[in-house]
């Protein structure tokens, strides 16, 4: 199956809420490719690669209000080329 990416950007009470950890494990479960960040203005960063049912599977959880306690008051998203370097789905540093 042909993979494609997309680049999210997450904004509202998205840090200090344990927002990374439950993208990690949920896109973990669901098969994903990529990385969650924070951003230093306070927003997340999910770069996610994955078949279109499972992108689009992240994007309904993403409009279900995402991780228990964050607030997620909107988010944007654009296509991005997939890296073939990302093997997994992980956490990365701060952005």
């Not at 993979?3 to 990690?24: C, D, P």
């Not at 997620?72 to 991005?80: D, L, N, R």
């Amino acid at each position: 199956m042909r993979k494609i990416g997309r680049n999210y950007y997450i904004y509202g009470r998205v840090q200090g809420v344990g927002f990374r950890y439950h993208t990690l494990h949920w896109g973990k479960e669901h098969g994903l490719y990529g990385y969650v960040c924070n951003r230093y203005d306070g927003s997340v960063n999910i770069k996610a690669f994955g078949t279109l049912q499972q992108i689009q599977q992240l994007e309904d959880w993403l409009k279900a209000g995402g991780p228990v306690g964050a607030k997620i008051e909107y988010y944007k998203s654009e296509e991005c080329h997939v890296e073939k370097e990302v093997v997994d789905f992980h956490i990365r540093h701060s952005l």
